[in-house]
């Protein structure tokens, strides 16, 4: 068998395998602006850099899009122990691209002690559950869509796409402090 012909062999029977184990449980990939983006069932990563952000997060501390750590605070001025409400936080979710049940999922999520507010320690400990073994989750995996949908949508959350929504956090915060 010539080369051309084999090669040929080979590149239908990679075909024919890759589509039988596909299967029709999984979700084809959607098309944005000609590219590929990852579909609904697609599981979304951390960057390295995006990772350590998430570790930081986890431990207080978030990044915004400047480039340095901020204490919680986020570079809002002294904004420690203040929330957004929830309808404030649906509001930023929209900008981010969310839909009604992302929205609706999401604030579920962050709001864990269910007062109607999200505070900044639930934030950032919410976005500390996009790392490590609650990655996988569905509210970590809907964290990352809507962190990587708002930027270049390859799949992998850039620590720009993690830190964006940081930003856009520590910018919304608003209210009185909480005890």
């Known amino acids: 068998m010539s080369p051309l012909i084999s090669g040929l062999v ?7 395998f890759n589509a039988a184990t596909a299967g029709p449980g999984k979700a084809q990939a959607a098309r944005r602006n000609g590219e590929e983006t ?9 960057s390295p ?9 986890g431990k207080g501390v978030a990044v915004g899009t400047g480039n340095s750590a901020l204490p919680s605070s986020m ?12 309808e404030d936080f649906q ?33 950032l400990q919410g976005l500390s559950k996009t790392r490590g073994a609650q990655a996988g ?13 708002a930027g270049n949508a390859d799949g992998t959350v850039a620590r720009q796409e993690f830190a964006a929504l940081t930003t856009a956090f520590g910018s919304a915060q608003s209210g009185p402090r909480q005890a």
């Open 10 to 16: 080979s590149s239908v029977a990679s075909m024919i």
């Open 38 to 46: 990852p579909g609904p069932s697609s599981f979304l990563h951390l």
């Open 49 to 57: 850099e995006a990772a350590s952000l998430a570790g930081m997060a």
């Open 75 to 86: 570079g809002v001025g002294s904004m420690h122990g203040r929330s957004v409400s929830r």
């Open 91 to 123: 509001t930023l979710l929209e900008r981010f691209g969310a839909t009604q049940a992302q929205k609706d999922q999401l604030v579920a999520g962050f709001d864990t002690n269910n007062d109607g507010r999200i505070g900044q320690d639930e934030f």
């Open 137 to 149: 989750s569905d509210f970590a995996q809907t964290v990352l869509q809507l962190m990587d949908n």
